[in-house]
């Protein structure tokens, strides 16, 4: 991955870190090559969640490369993979110039505003590589970063030709309407007791709340409202269909183990009500893109929450699958 420093013009006291890797068929890399050709492109932006930064999906991008040269493409292609860190996150050491006039630096910003810089980003890295216009993008994200693709997608349609969620957030609740308090709602499952809800729910709302902050300040507390539907708004790729959509969720045994490091959440806890209701919203999730155009939910066996970081290779063997589909549209 080729390093880059950059500086959006709408935040020029500000630089990200940002990784770029072009591909290209083997019929681009000679000397005699036809300028007036058409060459199919698609732009791959890998987005992060709030934990993991963009050196996350490098062993993806690598086994992606390994992968390209085996798979049946337009003869003259070319694909330009995107790392990045938001700012006050990894690599990119400067804040958001936001968060400085906000009341509470660590909800300085909020998912339009990372779905804004995105937009800024990816027309730079186009011209870098002298791309025509604006390729087709195709997203993978993790996490919140599932959030942000999707709103992206819905700001700027007809831009996104394909998204790969990995273990999306889910953008429309979170922890503390997911297990239910005992002390205001009748609880009658065999196995849960009052004391398991309520020591769940503390540990659980103190990290994962929409009202705790972030050193990114990235705030999540609007993100119920930006997004409130696991299957809507319908995405269009183009007028008349939507984007290529794979959803992956992680392997319900591994998230349990990684949920039970938190010695206040009880295993029982996480099967009762997490990862049932993670499942369902993935299987609303995937209805975001028409019918023929659904790869998921797959369970991605031996993978908790960070797929691309345990499973590197199942997410770069469904990038693959997504490249393909979008530069074989396009032509």
Not at 41 to 55: D, E, I, K, S, Y
Not at 94 to 99: A, F, Y
Not at 283 to 309: M, Y
Request: net charge negative; glycine share 6%; with cysteine.
């Amino acid at each position: 991955m080729e390093a880059h420093t950059i500086a959006l013009p709408s935040k020029a006291t500000a630089s990200l870190s940002v990784h770029t890797r072009l591909w290209q068929s083997n019929e681009l890399e000679g000397d005699e090559i036809d300028l007036t050709a058409s060459v199919a492109t698609a732009l791959v932006v890998f987005l992060n969640g709030l934990m993991l930064p963009q050196n996350s999906w490098f062993p993806v991008v690598d086994k992606i490369n390994d992968e390209m040269e085996k798979i049946n493409l337009p003869s003259l292609s070319q694909v330009v993979f995107v790392t990045y860190d938001r700012y006050g996150q990894g690599e990119t050491k400067d804040n958001d110039p936001l968060d400085a006039y906000a009341e509470d630096p660590s909800h300085g910003h909020d998912a339009l505003d990372v779905v804004s810089d995105l937009n800024e980003l990816v027309y730079i890295v186009a011209q870098l590589f002298a791309l025509p216009g604006l390729p087709p993008l195709i997203f993978v994200a993790n996490s919140i970063g599932c959030a942000v693709a999707r709103l992206y997608a819905q700001v700027y349609p007809k831009r996104v030709h394909a998204l790969l969620l990995a273990d999306s957030i889910i953008a429309s609740s979170h922890y503390g309407l997911i297990i239910p308090d005992p002390d205001t709602e009748t609880i009658d499952q065999p196995g849960i007791t009052p004391d398991m809800l309520r020591k769940a729910r503390s540990a659980l709302n103190a990290l994962f709340h929409p009202d705790v902050g972030n050193a990114e300040g990235f705030s999540r507390r609007n993100l119920m409202k930006l997004l409130p539907h696991a299957n809507a708004p319908k995405l269009l790729a183009t007028a008349l269909n939507g984007p290529f959509v794979t959803v992956l969720e992680h392997d319900p045994e591994v998230f349990l183990k990684e949920s039970m490091r938190m010695p206040d959440v009880a295993p029982e806890i996480v099967t009762t009500y997490t990862n049932p209701f993670w499942h369902k919203y993935n299987e609303g999730l995937i209805e975001i893109t028409g019918a023929d155009r659904r790869k998921g939910p797959a369970i991605v066996e031996g993978a908790g929450h960070f797929i691309q970081a345990m499973q590197p290779h199942i997410v770069a063997n469904e990038t693959v699958d997504l490249i393909v589909k979008v530069l074989s549209h396009v032509n």
